[in-house]
T-cell receptor
Framework: NAGVTQTPKFRVLKTGQSMTLLCAQD?????MYWYRQDPGMGLRLIHY???????AKGEVPDGYNVSRLKKQNFLLGLESAAPSQTSVYFC??????????????FGPGTRLTVL | RKEVEQDPGPFNVPEGATVAFNCTYS??????FFWYRQDCRKEPKLLMS???SGNEDGRFTAQLNRASQYISLLIRDSKLSDSATYLC??????????FGGGTRVLVKP
C-alpha cells in the first residue's frame, strides 16, 4: 500500500495564479484533512472531509477550496494565490471506527512558494 | 493564549541522557492526547498515544495531568536518531484536533 500520497511535491506560483493539490489514500479511510505548516505555528487545519461528497471548514479556510468527489481523493484548490499562502501543505487521513480517536496518517507534503 | 502550547526548544541533549518536556492545553474538556514525531522536512508520524494512567513504549514515557492540563514526554537513554521535532496533539469533542507548535530535540554525541 502506498498510504497517503500528494502531488506535486514542490511548486512555485506567481501571485494570482491558481493551482490544485491532489491527495490520494489507498486505506479506505473516511476522514481526510488538509493542513498547512508554517514555522513556529504547528499544523493548522484548512479543510476536512468526513466522507465522499462532504467537506467542512477548518481553522484557516480562507483562500482555499476543496472537493471530495471520490472517497480516495481529496483536492485542495487555490483560486488566486497570495504570498501568505507560501507554506508546506500536508494531507492526512484516518479511520473512523471505534470510540477512540484513531491515528492520522500523513502524506509527504507539498512545498508551495508564492512569489 | 494558544490552545496547545509547547516550548519550541531546541533541547540539546547529550547522547545517553534523559530529556523531558511538556505540552499545555487550554480546554479542560479535551479528550484524547498524542505525541507525534516529525523529522526535518518530513511528515508527522504518530509516536504514541497518551493514556490517563500514563504509558511507556520502550525508552519513551508519556504522562497526562488533567488537573494542571498538560501532557509530558520523557525520553530515556537518548539516541542520535531521537533528534526530531515532537508535536503534541489534543482532540476535543466533534473531532477537533489541535497541534502544538512542536518541541525540537537535538541529541549530540
Amino acid at each position: 500500500n502506498a498510504g497517503v500520497t500528494q502531488t506535486p511535491k514542490f511548486r512555485v506560483l506567481k501571485t494570482g495564479q491558481s493551482m490544485t493539490l491532489l491527495c490520494a489514500q489507498d486505506m479506505n479511510h473516511e476522514y481526510m484533512y488538509w493542513y498547512r505548516q508554517d514555522p513556529g505555528m504547528g499544523l493548522r487545519l484548512i479543510h476536512y472531509s468526513v466522507g465522499e461528497g462532504t467537506t467542512a471548514k477548518g481553522e484557516v479556510p480562507d483562500g482555499y477550496n476543496v472537493s471530495r468527489l471520490k472517497k480516495q481523493n481529496f483536492l485542495l484548490g487555490l483560486e488566486s494565490a497570495a504570498p501568505s499562502q507560501t507554506s508546506v501543505y500536508f494531507c492526512a487521513s484516518r479511520e473512523t471506527s471505534g470510540a477512540f480517536y484513531n491515528e492520522q496518517f500523513f502524506g509527504p507534503g507539498t512545498r508551495l512558494t508564492v512569489l | 493564549r494558544k490552545e496547545v502550547e509547547q516550548d519550541p526548544g531546541p533541547f540539546n541533549v547529550p547522547e545517553g541522557a534523559t530529556v523531558a518536556f511538556n505540552c499545555t492545553y487550554s480546554n479542560s474538556a479535551s479528550q484524547s492526547f498524542f505525541w507525534y514525531r516529525q523529522d526535518c522536512r518530513k511528515e508527522p508520524k504518530l509516536l504514541m498515544s497518551v493514556y490517563s494512567s500514563g504509558n511507556e513504549d520502550g525508552r519513551f514515557t508519556a504522562q497526562l495531568n488533567r488537573a494542571s492540563q498538560y501532557i509530558s514526554l520523557l525520553i530515556r537513554d537518548s539516541k542520535l536518531s531521537d533528534s526530531a521535532t515532537y508535536l503534541c496533539v489534543v482532540t476535543e469533542a466533534g473531532n477537533k484536533l489541535t497541534f502544538g507548535g512542536g518541541t525540537r530535540v537535538l541529541v549530540k554525541p
